[in-house]
């Protein structure tokens, strides 16, 4: 059943599946903060974060668009961190989604491991022999021109009008992918749609007991009290109560301003501050800027959104080298400011 775009229901639930999703990242976000690690290579199974990323798809996007998915449970292990993993996939997912909003279409996403013999060995440039975890993300939208096609790894590269993205989104995936020793291979035809191929290398590593990550239900809070800022108020409600089942104390204000306010009063009262990066009031960066004149020792959590990340200049600028979507720890700010 196709929702009428003009529809008042179209927004509401539009805004409601938004805000649910960016939840999702919010709570990875304080997960991989509370780890408190650089981003870690370990060998790692790829297919229960397809099946999460897929779970997550179905429940968000709008029927009509059909994801379906095949994926293969013997498929080997790679050398990766599941955050970026997870970011891969829902960059190529959202760029898939976005290209079948008007029409919707079918969204099919693969994963199979493959030997890549020498015939294949140079067809992209990069592609070595050997055996390859192999990412399908295939969508029926509107396809790519070849000029556009050319530039779509471009950091800044975007189609999207101002606001709407980064074109950071394909630029982080490649980063990712090269760093793995892996590939791209895209293939597209406007009006018809595109298919982005993601080869990683397979491991044959062991982990170590050692190296074995604690479990999740080991890194959550033990009480510490977040200031929690977003001027979503569903945003805000479905994070907080993630945020209390995961351990932490939660004060939340739909305010940057109202946030910076009992902040100046009880500074001493919090442990950590989350804040999303775009509100109309103010920025995240500014006010986290403002929070650490007030208090220099407090970390901060900058949340962006996938289609709202920081851009790399900003970052930079504020002192920070990880633009990922990633938790920002803003703690060298204070240095910045000076
Ligand atoms: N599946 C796709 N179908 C059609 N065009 C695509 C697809 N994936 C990427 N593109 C094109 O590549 C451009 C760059 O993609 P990229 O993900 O880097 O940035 P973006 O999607 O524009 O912004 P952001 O990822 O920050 O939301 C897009 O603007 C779009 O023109
Ligand atoms: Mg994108």
């Known amino acids: 059943m196709d929702l009428d775009p003009d529809s008042p229901l179209t927004g509401n639930i539009e ?28 060998p790692i199974h790829v297919q229960p974060i397809v099946k999460e990323v897929i779970k997550m798809l179905r429940s968000s996007l709008p029927a009509y668009i059909d994801v379906r998915a095949e ?29 079948m909003r008007d029409d919707g279409g079918v969204m099919e996403i693969k994963l199979r491991e493959i030997e890549l013999g020498h015939e294949y060995i140079g067809k992209p ?24 096609m050319e530039k779509i790894f471009d950091p800044y590269f975007t189609t999207k009008s101002k606001g709407e993205g980064t074109g950071l989104g394909l630029s982080v995936v490649m980063g990712i992918v090269k760093e793995y020793g892996g590939f791209i291979d895209v293939q597209s035809i406007p ?14 590593k062991q982990e170590r007991r050692s190296e074995l990550r604690p479990q999740e239900d080991e890194i959550t809070g033990n009480g510490e009290h977040v200031l929690l800022v977003d001027d979503e ?8 109560k993630m945020l209390e089942i995961l351990g932490y104390q939660v004060t939340s204000r739909a305010s940057p301003i109202e946030a910076l306010k009992l902040f100046e009063a009880r500074s001493r ?41 920081i ?3 900003e970052a930079r600028k504020l002192g920070i080298k990880q633009f990922l979507m990633k938790p920002f720890v803003l703690k060298d700010l204070g240095e910045v400011v000076k």
């Open 125 to 148: 440039p990069d592609a070595r022999g050997g055996r390859y975890l192999k990412l399908v993300v295939k969508d029926t939208g509107r396809g790519m021109t070849p000029e556009v």
């Open 311 to 313: 851009g790399e200049k």
């Open 233 to 240: 108020e569903i945003l805000l409600e479905i994070a907080t």
């Open 15 to 42: 805004q409601i599946l938004a805000a649910a999703s960016r939840a999702r990242d919010l709570v990875r976000q304080i997960l991989a903060f509370s780890r408190q690690r650089e981003e870690e290579k370990r």
């Open 191 to 204: 009006g018809h749609g595109s298919t982005f191929k993601i080869y990683l290398p397979i491991t044959t």
């Open 71 to 99: 994926v293969d449970p013997n498929a080997g292990k790679i050398m990766g961190d599941p955050i970026q993993v997870h970011q891969i996939l829902m960059n190529l997912c959202t760029n898939a989604a976005h290209a």
């Open 269 to 309: 009262d919090f442990d950590l501050v989350i804040t999303d990066m775009t509100m109309p009031q103010m920025t995240g960066d500014k006010l986290a800027l403002k929070l650490l004149k007030i208090r220099p020792d407090i970390p901060i959590v900058l949340c962006t959104g996938f289609s709202e990340r």
